[in-house]
T-cell receptor, first 112, second 118 residues
Framework: QKEVEQDPGPLSVPEGAIVSLNCTYS??????FMWYRQYSRKGPELLMY????GNKEDGRFTAQVDKSSKYISLFIRDSQPSDSATYLC????????????FGAGTRLFVKA | DTGVSQDPRHKITKRGQNVTFRCDPI?????LYWYRQTLGQGPEFLTY????????KSRLLSDRFSAERPKGSFSTLEIQRTEQGDSAMYLC????????????????FGEGSWLTVV
């Protein structure tokens, strides 16, 4: 079993839809949780960072962490075609980003 | 632009040849990471430097792989006697131990170096 599980999709939604992306994990030591967005043939770029449990909102993006269920989510409101990308969840037990573990990524397509 | 810079962006090589990738991290970052990513997978950790010291290597990093960061600034990743299974995107990332919160605990990636072994 992988430490981080993420449905690879693809997920296809119409423009304006609310998108929900999720990851589960097995290592209870993880306490730093990130979401990265990766466009085709590009490096991942950081979208959201959350420490421990709770919610964090940034514009159209909301990240949620439920450590009791070992489950994290990223919500995208009013999705746009420019949101079409692969979304990677990532997490770490250590400070400093050391040994950040990534999910496989979910491919999202937002249709105009 | 002061982001992470990688060179070359693309490399096609014949099996058995050696290749070297270079990474220039964000200038104020003292930590540097190499990851490998294949199609449909997330990045997999290869190795980690703090300043010039290589502190951790993944079991994925076979003897044919070597990474250096001689002056604690740029880094190189060399693959000797390349195999077709080495075809992947090699990602460099950096972070800083001198900051706190999100800035300390997140890593920032370059655009990656694509390797195709034929």
């Amino acid at each position: 079993q992988k430490e981080v599980e993420q449905d690879p999709g693809p997920l296809s939604v119409p423009e304006g839809a609310i998108v929900s992306l999720n990851c589960t994990y097995s290592n209870s030591a993880f306490q730093y949780f990130m979401w990265y967005r990766q466009y085709s043939r590009k490096g991942p770029e950081l979208l959201m960072y959350t420490y421990s449990s709770g919610n964090k909102e940034d514009g159209r993006f909301t990240a949620q962490v439920d450590k009791s269920s070992k489950y994290i989510s990223l919500f995208i409101r009013d999705s746009q075609p420019s949101d079409s990308a692969t979304y990677l969840c990532a997490m770490s037990a250590s400070t400093g980003g050391f040994k950040t573990i990534f999910g496989a990524g979910t491919r999202l397509f937002v249709k105009a | 632009d002061t982001g992470v810079s990688q060179d070359p962006r693309h490399k096609i090589t014949k099996r058995g040849q050696n290749v070297t990738f270079r990474c220039d991290p964000i200038s104020e970052h003292n930590r540097l990471y190499w990851y490998r990513q294949t199609l449909g997978q997330g990045p997999e950790f290869l190795t980690y430097f703090q300043n010039e010291a290589q502190l951790e290597k993944s079991r994925l990093l076979s003897d044919r792989f070597s990474a250096e960061r001689p002056k604690g600034s740029f880094s190189t990743l060399e693959i000797q006697r390349t195999e077709q299974g080495d075809s992947a995107m090699y990602l460099c990332a950096s972070s800083s131990s001198y900051q706190t919160g999100a800035s300390e605990n997140t890593i920032y990636f370059g655009e990656g170096s694509w390797l195709t072994v034929v």
